[in-house]
C-alpha cells in the first residue's frame, strides 16, 4: 500500500466531470485521477470545505451509525481499476473484530475526508496508473476558466466544419 492524499476535486473542462485527484506522498508524488459523479464531489468538497448541511448527507449517517456500533473507519484503500471503474475498500475496526467493505473510491474518500481516515492506493494501482506530475505548475482554475471562456467568445462554427 501506498500512503496517498488528496489533493482536491476538481471539474475537468470542457466536459464538466468531477474527478477526485490523489497524490502520493512520497516518492515521485504520482497522482491519480479519479472520475466521479457530481453528489460525490460536492459531499467531498463540502467536508473539505467545512460546510455542514442543514440535514447530514449519507456519509454523515454512516459514520454516526458506525459510531453508535462502536465501529471507526481506519483507512482506505483505493485497490484497483477493472475496466475503467476504479475499486476501494474501508477498513473498519471494531470490538468484535475488523472487517473490510467494498465501496466506491469517491464514496470511500468523502468517509475519510470526514473522520480523518488516512489514505491508500494500492502497489500496483499506483505503478500502472500513476502519473507523474507536470514539469511545469499548473495553471490557476481561474486562468483555465478565463481563457475557456474567451475561447468561446471567439469561436465560430464554420471553425469545426
Known sequence: MVPVELVGVRVEVPANTPMVLLRE???RHRLLPIYIGSPEATAIHYALEGIEPPRPFTHDLFLTALDE???????IVVTEIVERTFY???HLTSA????????RPSDAIALAVRCGAPLFAGDELI???GQDPPEEPEEDAAEIIDEFKDFLESVDPDDFV
Do not use: N, P, Y
Open 88 to 90: 476501494a475498500e474501508v
Open 127 to 129: 505503478a500502472e496508473h
Open 69 to 75: 456500533l462502536g465501529a471507526s473507519i481506519e483507512r
Open 96 to 103: 468484535a473484530g475488523d472487517k473490510v467493505l467494498s465501496s
Open 25 to 27: 506522498q512520497s516518492g
